[in-house]
């Protein structure tokens, strides 16, 4: 075991990387892995909670995924990437959690809300989809994290987290109601009180128009049909970005005040990803003054993108051809994780005052 401080982070496999993973997380996952002791999860059982009748696509999406990472350079013999459903003390920890969490608290939770709206799922979603969030809270805590990289819309989760570790810690621990989040650990808590470190970009928008219900540009994401994603071809890439939604109002485009949700997709895309600063600054300037079209900047963003992309949709290639390198990589990931789950799951126990026998997780 290495004394680095411990990160953990995930992604559900519900598709393949796009754009938004990359400057919301998988940037920060990639960089953060000679620092940190990292777990990167492969949240499976998540995707269950919107596609519960489509588990082969879950399975590819699971292989798609760690094929992604890998290409985008995360270092099995660095960082543990692992498959969630295969670490049972995570699940064991969500039912414990989700007896000290009132559920119109777990209601409240605003990107649970969102994630209904923008999805689609009106009053038919299952039981488990607002477990999730619970169950989210379990992901993070069985490896006791020093950090927890992820994109904006993840905070409200990360909140829940840290109620919920300050209820078991003041329950169970014996730490005092009032005590500083920072002293938790010290003062006995199993658990610290996480802090989430937001990627370079909170909130990438995707490439479609904004919702008719809000007028607010929507996230790209995976489950919106609205990404770029790190295998698609350079025709589909330059396809998709000619067909972008742009701003018809161009002001937009350079109003200090505007938030992400209302800018022009297409700035927002260069922001993120064009280098060249004093480019996107002149060329935003002639684009308000109505000097320049799409057409110019769509190219240079095709460029742009195009440069981020090939060289790991060429590393994709390679593990794309050898899927026992893929699995080999997501067993020595999970059974590390579990060493570390296990012996939260332990701490926790004892001090629910529910250790009565020891028990060793093996895989085969
Ligand atoms: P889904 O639609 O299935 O929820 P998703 O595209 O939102 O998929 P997640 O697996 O939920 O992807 O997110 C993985 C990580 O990537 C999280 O840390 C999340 O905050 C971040 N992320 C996802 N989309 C974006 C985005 N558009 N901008 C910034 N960060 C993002
Ligand atoms: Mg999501």
Redesign the pocket.
């Known amino acids: 075991m290495s004394n680095r401080p411990r990160l953990l982070?995930?992604?559900?496999?519900?598709?393949k990387m796009?754009?938004?993973?990359w400057?919301?997380?998988?940037e920060n996952w990639v960089n953060l892995q000679n620092d940190f002791d990292c777990f990167y999860l492969l949240?499976n059982k998540?995707?269950f909670t919107?596609r519960a009748n489509q588990p082969a696509e879950i399975r590819a999406s699971v292989m798609d995924l760690a094929t992604d990472l890998l290409a985008c350079g995360i270092d099995p013999s660095k960082s543990a990437l692992f498959i969630q459903s295969e670490v049972p003390c995570i699940d064991e920890l969500t039912f414990f959690l989700s007896m000290l969490l009132p559920f119109n608290r777990v209601m409240r939770n605003p990107t649970l809300a969102e994630?209904i709206r923008d999805?689609g799922l009106g009053d038919h979603y299952p039981f488990g989809f607002p477990l999730y969030a619970v169950g989210q809270c379990a992901d993070i805590l069985a490896f006791r994290p020093d950090v927890v990289?992820?994109?904006?819309?993840?905070v409200p989760h990360l909140e829940l987290c840290r109620e919920v570790t300050r209820k078991f810690n003041v329950t169970y621990c014996g730490v005092d109601s009032h005590a500083r989040d920072e002293d938790h650990a010290r003062l006995g808590g199993v658990f610290p009180v996480i802090r989430p470190r937001i990627?370079r970009?909170?909130?990438?928008?995707?490439l479609g128009a904004p919702s008719a219900e809000t007028g607010q540009l929507l996230?790209?994401?995976?489950?919106?049909n609205n990404?770029i994603y790190f295998d698609d071809e350079p025709g589909e890439i330059e396809k998709k970005i000619r067909g972008m939604y742009t701003d018809p109002k161009r002001l937009r485009a350079t109003d200090p005040g505007e938030t992400d949700a209302g800018k022009n997709p297409l700035w927002a895309m260069h922001e993120a990803f064009n280098s060249d600063v004093a480019w996107v600054e002149s060329h935003k300037a002639q684009y308000a003054a109505g000097q320049v079209g799409d057409v110019v900047i769509k190219k240079k963003l095709i460029e742009v993108i195009e440069t981020l992309v090939s060289p790991i949709r060429e590393r994709r290639r390679h593990y794309a051809a050898r899927p026992g390198d893929v699995l080999d990589a997501l067993k020595l990931g999970t059974a590390r994780a579990n060493v570390v789950a296990e012996e939260t799951l332990s701490l926790a126990k004892a001090a629910m005052k529910q250790d009565y026998f020891g028990r060793v997780v093996e895989l085969r």
Do not use: C, N
């Not at 982070?9 to 598709?15: D, L, Q």
């Not at 400057?23 to 998988?26: C, D, S, T």
């Open positions: 982070s995930g992604i559900t496999p519900t598709g796009h754009l938004g993973h400057v919301g997380a998988i949240a998540h995707a919107t994630e999805k990289p992820v994109g904006e819309d993840q990627g970009v909170k909130r990438l928008v995707g996230k790209m994401s995976k489950s919106l990404a």
